[in-house]
């Protein structure tokens, strides 16, 4: 009986020490588990929430999917991908807090955000003092271009989607009259203006440039009306959120406009579907890697990750997309050191050079923006210019932009 | 010219209507509903779930909308508002409590519906062309079935038990209560009216115009301008005011660089205000 407990006691033991082992390697071995923390900053509530929520979910899907593969390589040892995001409600005063919280107390150097000129300026003595970088959906042209050299463009801007799209539409549907409206706020203004200059040096009659909307208008039809009055072959809706641009639609439809209806941002298939149902057809926008005929077999596995994220696709994530993987694409040509010294980041930028893994045809994805900014400060996100057609989005060709 | 007027006969009405709901409020229990607007979105939301998700008939969503809301006004009512009221001694402690549910609204929105812009059907199609102007059938209706609401309105506060007590309790507090009157339950079902308008106007324009969880800070803002203009807590100058801002919309959008719109209309709000604070309608203060 006496042996009998002592072998009982001994077991307990070596069971509870047994346990206590494993639970401390397990320890050790999260512990030793290297991750790569990145930052997001945007627009996550109000009217365009949608703009920093798309960047949210992009990142969440492809973390998720990057993690499931045990994490990204560099330099021979694999990182698992955290991320940190923040709303900054598309103020500037809480850009700049939600950036210094991700810099200084997170400690993330690489940053996905924010959403428009005005939050993406603020933060940039932000980023330039913590020596971090920062991925931003704003178009000035100051934010990229020296002296500084932290922020980097997301997506095509409309003044390189736009004379694209006029020469196509002059040489193909034969516009040569063109309106715009614009919302009255800073970024759209500033897209139409580079819009009207684009289309002066087509050639391109503008009968009207000056007519805008307040933030929050939910009824376009007194401003549609004026702007419908002029009979221009081509309206262009500058720099419209995807909240906006199927009412503009509809209100110049219904209007009696029988021309062309563009814009240079990324739209949604399923707003300008319910929204403004048949008469979103012809509608021209740009997109990533939005539509099914051109998507790789990992942008469609993307895809589907995404809506379980997010709980339903959202088109304007066909150019979200990129933002991460430039980032992991860098940091793998750069090395570790990059991790923690983003001079290492910006040396490697000229260098990347890979094959788009979003796209079925084969295309070079790399940094491109010299033309504009005077260094590689843009991803070249392929300028996908769609057109609606029976409800869907199909693609009228696929452009780029300058190195 | 045609064109003009058919804009602002419609958004004045449009106008008239989302306006009723907020000074309704404010006239039964001295609340500024900055939740208003959230409301508002919530109806449309009620709407394009019954209506454009699962294809329930139009009006019978409508009608939901309406309830949902009543209910949820109620809520506010019994629970936030009756208790800060008889608590408080200072009038921001509602405006903050109205401020707080309006951020609460719009967050439970945006976390349950998601971000995205939504619209549902046209509920009858086509478009009326009216001496040289456009009117969609959509917009004809939704402008028929305010006028319906706002005269249905008016009739039950001029004529009815409750509407009679719902403009005494507006108009002195302690005499309506030595008169018998449930105070509570006519501030609650005033709520509820406010609330029920406010999910009817969101019900109906969704039709037109589509929402999403962060369109109503845009309508709330758009309603304390047409009561500012009116005289808040007055029925008559909510509608007055609706429609004064519907014409000047409709007005300065045809006639006007757009950006310059919306700066005049806020010149010429505070140059007003500073003649007739009260606005059009309303009682001097005292």
Not at chain 2, 109 to 120: D, I, M, N, P, Y
Not at chain 2, 159 to 187: C, H
């Amino acid at each position: 009986m006496r042996d009998f407990r002592r072998s009982l006691f001994l077991a307990v033991l070596g069971i509870f020490l047994g346990a206590i082992t494993l639970l401390f390697s397990f320890e050790k071995a999260v512990a030793q588990e290297k991750v790569l923390k990145i930052g997001q900053l945007g627009v996550m509530s109000g009217p365009a929430a949608s703009w920093g929520l798309v960047n949210k979910y992009c990142i969440q899907a492809a973390a998720e999917m990057f993690n499931e593969e045990g994490g990204v390589e560099i330099d021979g040892e694999k990182y698992k991908i955290e991320f940190v995001s923040i709303d900054d409600k598309m103020d500037p005063k809480l850009a700049v807090s939600g950036m210094e919280r991700l810099v200084y107390q997170e400690k993330i150097k690489y940053i996905i955000g924010p959403n428009v000129d005005t939050t993406a300026a603020s933060v940039v003595p932000v980023i330039e003092a913590a020596g971090a970088i920062n991925i931003a959906y704003a178009f000035s042209k100051a934010l990229y271009s020296p002296p500084h050299s932290n922020s980097i463009l997301g997506m095509i801007a409309s003044y390189q989607a736009g004379p694209v799209i006029y020469k196509y539409l002059k040489e193909n549907k034969g516009v040569k009259s063109i309106s715009f409206i614009a919302r009255n706020d800073s970024d759209p203004l500033n897209q139409r203006d580079e819009g009207v200059e684009a289309a002066k040096k087509l050639g391109l009659n503008i009968i009207s440039s000056t007519d805008t909307y307040e933030p929050g208008t939910t009824d376009f039809f007194p401003v549609m009306s004026k702007v419908v009055k002029g009979n221009p072959d081509l309206i262009v809706l500058s720099g419209v959120a995807p909240a906006d641009a199927p009412l503009l639609i509809k209100a110049a439809r219904e209007l009696g406009y029988k021309g062309l209806l563009s814009t240079e941002t990324a739209q949604d298939i399923k707003i300008l579907n319910e929204v403004a149902g048949k008469y979103a057809e012809g509608f021209i926008s740009v997109g990533g890697a939005s539509t099914p005929e051109i998507q790789s077999d990992y942008m469609k596995k993307f895809v589907e990750r995404y809506k379980k994220v997010a709980g339903e696709w959202n088109d304007e994530a066909g150019t979200k997309v990129y933002a991460l993987q430039m980032i992991i694409y860098t940091l793998q040509k750069a090395g570790k050191a990059a991790l923690t010294d983003v001079e290492a980041f910006k040396k490697a930028i000229p260098e990347v050079k890979v094959r788009n893994p979003f796209l079925k045809e084969e295309r070079i994805l790399k940094y491109v923006g010299t033309a504009y900014f005077g260094q590689p400060r843009q991803i070249g996100v392929p300028m996908i210019v769609n057109e609606v057609r029976n409800g869907k989005f199909e693609t009228l060709f696929i452009g780029s932009v300058e190195d | 010219m045609s064109q003009m007027i058919i804009n602002g006969m419609v958004l004045g009405m449009i106008y008239a209507l989302i306006a009723l709901g907020l000074t309704l409020i404010f006239s039964i229990m001295n609340v500024v509903n900055f939740a208003h607007g959230q409301m508002y979105m919530l109806g449309g939301f009620v709407v394009y779930y019954l209506y454009g998700v699962y294809q329930l008939n139009y009006f019978l969503a409508l009608i939901a909308a309406a309830l949902a809301l009543a209910v949820i006004g109620i809520i506010f009512e019994k629970f936030f508002f009756r208790r800060v009221i008889r608590l408080a001694k200072r009038e921001e402690n509602t405006m903050l409590l109205a401020m707080g549910t309006a951020l609460l609204l719009e967050n439970l929105a945006l976390f349950s519906f998601g971000e995205k812009q939504r619209g549902v059907p046209p509920v009858v199609t086509g478009v009326y062309e009216i001496g040289g102007g456009y009117l969609p059938a959509g917009r004809a209706l939704v402008f028929f079935v305010a006028l319906f609401l706002v005269i249905g309105l008016l009739l039950f506060v001029q004529y009815t038990r409750p509407g009679r007590a719902m403009r005494a309790l507006a108009q002195d507090k302690e005499a309506t209560y030595l008169q018998g009157v449930d105070i509570n339950q006519i501030s609650a079902l005033g709520f509820a009216i406010g609330a029920a308008l406010a999910g009817l106007a969101g019900g109906l324009l969704i039709t037109i115009f589509a929402i999403n969880a962060g369109s109503g800070t845009a309508v709330s803002t758009k309603a304390f301008t047409m009561i500012m203009i009116g005289g808040a807590g007055v029925v008559s100058g909510a509608i007055l005011g609706g429609f004064v801002l519907g014409f000047c919309e409709a007005i300065g959008y045809e006639t006007l660089p757009g950006s310059t719109t919306y700066l005049i209309i806020f010149i010429a709000l505070i140059l007003f205000l500073i003649v007739r604070p009260q606005g059009i309608m309303g009682r001097p203060q005292g």
